[in-house]
């Protein structure tokens, strides 16, 4: 399973950024995909979660209403629309993806799963700059 994250850069505060995450070796099929950041001397925590099998999306209190997680299934690419963005939203962006979602409450699981930080597969990061 490779993931790769691009769009990551510098942006001042109060813009947008869109990162984008493509999955090979891996199934989009009924499993999980979210975003993660971790900032300087600090823990590494949830931004967003979606099981790709539809359902509630997950967002951190810190992001709601703010970014925005969606999915090409037909690109099995994940992506993170970021608006609104304050400098405490620098950080390294990883991109990460969790399978044998359970049919039936998969988006809770994707997102307890997102909040634990027990996904299986991860990116490289990408570093995202507000300033």
């Known amino acids: 399973v490779q993931l790769v994250e691009s769009g990551g850069g510098s942006v001042e505060a109060g813009g947008s950024l869109r990162l984008s995450c493509q999955a090979s070796?891996?199934?989009?099929?009924?499993?999980?995909m979210a975003w993660f950041r971790q900032a300087p001397g600090q823990a590494r925590e949830a931004v967003a979660s979606l099981y790709t099998g539809g359902g509630e999306l997950y967002y951190a209190a810190s992001v709601k209403g703010r970014f925005t997680i969606s999915q090409d299934y037909a690109k099995n690419t994940v992506y993170l629309q970021m608006n609104r963005l304050h400098t405490w939203d620098t950080a390294i962006y990883y991109c990460?993806?969790?399978?044998?979602?359970?049919?039936?409450?998969?988006?809770?699981?994707?997102?307890?799963?997102?909040?634990?930080?027990?996904?299986?597969?991860w990116g490289q990061g990408t570093q995202v700059t507000v300033s």
């Open positions: 990460a993806a969790q399978d044998e979602a359970p049919r039936g409450y998969g988006a809770a699981w994707c997102a307890a799963r997102a909040r634990a930080g027990t996904y299986t597969y």
């Open positions: 070796g891996y199934s989009f099929s009924s499993n999980c």
